[in-house]
T-cell receptor
Framework: NAGVTQTPKFRVLKTGQSMTLLCAQDMNHEYMYWYRQDPGMGLRLIHYSVGEGTTAKGEVPDGYNVSRLKKQNFLLGLESAAPSQTSVYFC??????????????FGSGTRLTVV | AQSVTQPDIHITVSEGASLELRCNYSYGATPYLFWYVQSPGQGLQLLLKYFSGDTLVQGIKGFEAEFKRSQSSFNLRKPSVHWSDAAEYFCAGANTGGFKTIFGAGTRLFVKA
């Protein structure tokens, strides 16, 4: 089925370890986003991309890096994980190109625990 | 600063009763507005969206929302709640289409038999 796929679904890291979360979409969407979800805070934008080869900072970018080498993939990296990065991470995408008139398609999320 | 506020952290309604979830926005101009639903352990699913025109918009699963410019509100409603509607609901807004959408903190809906 068409949509947004995130891997892995769960991960436990030790403080200081690194990891990469992968997001893949097969809808030919231009825009892709990484959000984190924490209780009582809704979703906060970490980084986003407006097209292949582009990335930009969102509301809470510190401690994260991203890359979009291919249009369908958007990677989120944690270079040195901290307990404050324990969260559920969501990838989303939508169309781009002029007026975007529809909402996001979300992945199912990655639950990350940093101990 | 642009923001979306959901005043209710959680709401409990009886099955078959009507539902209204509140959402207020703060934007310089009329934003694009959305409601999403999140079932436990799942991603968010778009319920409905408002861009312009008719201020009462219909969505999936029998939900509707009404845009009220004078009150800066975009409340979600359903005439009769089913147990399967128990989930968390997020109101969201954006300046241009759905680009860089801002989400409210969410309202968790509990449905009692």
């Amino acid at each position: 089925n068409a949509g947004v796929t995130q891997t892995p679904k769960f991960r436990v890291l030790k403080t200081g370890q690194s990891m990469t979360l992968l997001c893949a979409q097969d809808m030919n969407h231009e825009y892709m986003y990484w959000y984190r979800q924490d209780p009582g805070m809704g979703l906060r934008l970490i980084h986003y991309s407006v097209g292949e080869g582009t990335t930009a900072k969102g509301e809470v970018p510190d401690g994260y890096n991203v890359s979009r080498l291919k249009k369908q993939n958007f990677l989120l990296g944690l270079e040195s994980a901290a307990p404050s990065q324990t969260s559920v991470y969501f990838c989303a995408s939508n169309g781009g190109g002029g007026q975007v008139t529809y909402g996001y398609t979300f992945g199912s999320g990655t639950r990350l625990t940093v101990v | 600063a642009q923001s979306v506020t959901q005043p209710d952290i959680h709401i409990t309604v009886s099955e078959g009763a009507s539902l209204e979830l509140r959402c207020n926005y703060s934007y310089g101009a009329t934003p694009y507005l959305f409601w999403y639903v999140q079932s436990p352990g799942q991603g968010l699913q778009l319920l409905l969206k408002y861009f312009s025109g008719d201020t009462l918009v219909q969505g999936i699963k029998g939900f509707e929302a009404e845009f009220k410019r004078s009150q800066s509100s975009f409340n979600l409603r359903k005439p009769s709640v089913h147990w399967s509607d128990a989930a968390e609901y997020f109101c969201a807004g954006a300046n241009t289409g759905g680009f860089k959408t801002i989400f409210g903190a969410g309202t968790r809906l509990f449905v009692k038999a």
